[in-house]
């Protein structure tokens, strides 16, 4: 059973372009979590997602960022017109139910590292 | 709103030490903690999931224990390794909400 899969694991962008994270969940999970963790700094919530439907976007920037989890393929976070302080590491994380009540741990990816230039 | 703190920031021990990672939270209506460690450039992998009606979970080496009333949680590692070293991250389930909370961690270096 793969863990959760993100990719790519490094991207570089110029400031004005956009990226594209994408996440696949461990077999059998549901539930898919983005993080973004800035250097020196912890990891934030950003965007709870359940298949096709965005449970919590609570720690998602206004503009500029968006999330999908589609009934088929990855979940995707993506980020227009990229600014330095996007540089970050996003983490996709996974769940079979919704971990909080379930007692359930949660799953992390690798990560992807995204460098604006 | 949640909020975790981790003490110490930084820990350096020499091999073979016993040592004590420290987290505390805010809301004590939690129900569970969670102790991640993560490599360097790598993700979180989990340790230790210890549920509010529990005290303490053990794994090898590793104990944490946890005192909700008093919002701390703490993970004890025996007879440190250079192999422990990282850095290792709390979390907590945000107030009756699933996204889970972390703390900035602390980076453990333990020296041969």
């Known amino acids: 059973n793969a863990g959760v899969m993100q990719n790519p694991r490094h991207l570089v962008r110029r400031r004005g372009q956009e990226a594209r994270l994408r996440c696949s969940p461990m077999k059998g999970h549901s539930h898919v979590y983005w993080y973004r963790q800035l250097p020196e700094e912890g990891l934030k919530f950003m965007v709870y997602l359940q298949k096709e439907n965005i449970i919590d976007e609570s720690g998602m920037p206004k503009e500029r960022f968006s999330a999908e989890f589609p009934k088929e393929g990855p979940s995707i976070l993506r980020i227009q017109q990229v600014v330095r302080g996007d540089s970050a590491a996003y983490f996709c994380?996974?769940?079979?139910?919704?971990?909080?009540?379930?007692?359930?741990?949660?799953?992390f990816g690798e990560g992807s590292w995204l460098t604006v230039v | 709103k949640q909020e975790v703190t981790q003490i110490p920031a930084a820990l350096s021990v020499p091999e073979g030490e016993n040592l004590v990672l420290n987290c505390s939270f805010t809301d004590s209506a939690i129900y569970n903690l969670q102790w991640f460690r993560q490599d360097p450039g790598k993700g979180l992998t989990s340790l230790l999931l210890i549920q509010s009606s529990q005290r303490e979970q053990t794994s090898g080496r590793l104990n944490a224990s946890l005192d909700k009333s008093s919002g701390r949680s703490t993970l004890y590692i025996a007879a440190s390794q250079p192999g422990d070293s990282a850095t290792y991250l709390c979390?907590?389930?945000?107030?009756?909400?699933?996204?889970?909370?972390f703390g900035k961690g602390t980076r453990l270096s333990v020296i041969a």
């Open positions: 979390a907590v389930p945000n107030s009756g909400n699933t996204p889970l909370v």
């Open positions: 994380a996974s769940s079979p139910t919704k971990s909080a009540d379930s007692g359930n741990t949660i799953y």
